[in-house]
């Protein structure tokens, strides 16, 4: 008593992220550029928290206050042993509970005018945490 329904097209996956993302833990300082609400914070703060994960077009962030889509900052973070400072980045979602006992928040930003080279250089260190990763699994 099994009925068996086949599809009538063919289904395939597709990748829907633009870039490789990566999961990382790594120090970040954060520099407020231009905020939507000075209410909690102000312009010119700098606040450090942690990459939680990194791509070609942005990071995920965790740091001690919440921020607002389209909040413009300044990162700087060291990945694989090179130094990457004063990225711009435009702040596209944010999560507005604190995550665990940290009392952290996590922000999706977005590089804005990300230089070719130093995109190039991002998207060298994503694969060869990828490719490390992969090799100690």
Known sequence: ETLTLKHTRSLT??????????DISTSVKVKLVSLQNTDQVSEGTLIVGKLSDISGGGVSLKIPGSLSSDDIVEID??????????????VIRSNQAPLGAEGLYQHSVE????????RERI???????????????
């Open 13 to 22: 996956r597709k990748q829907l992220r633009n870039w490789v993302r990566v």
């Open 77 to 90: 973070f060291e990945l694989n042993g090179h130094k990457f400072k004063k990225i711009q980045g435009i």
């Open 111 to 118: 590089f804005v005018d990300l230089e070719s080279h130093v």
């Open 123 to 137: 998207i060298r260190s994503v694969f060869d945490k990828q490719r490390h990763d992969t090799q100690w699994r």
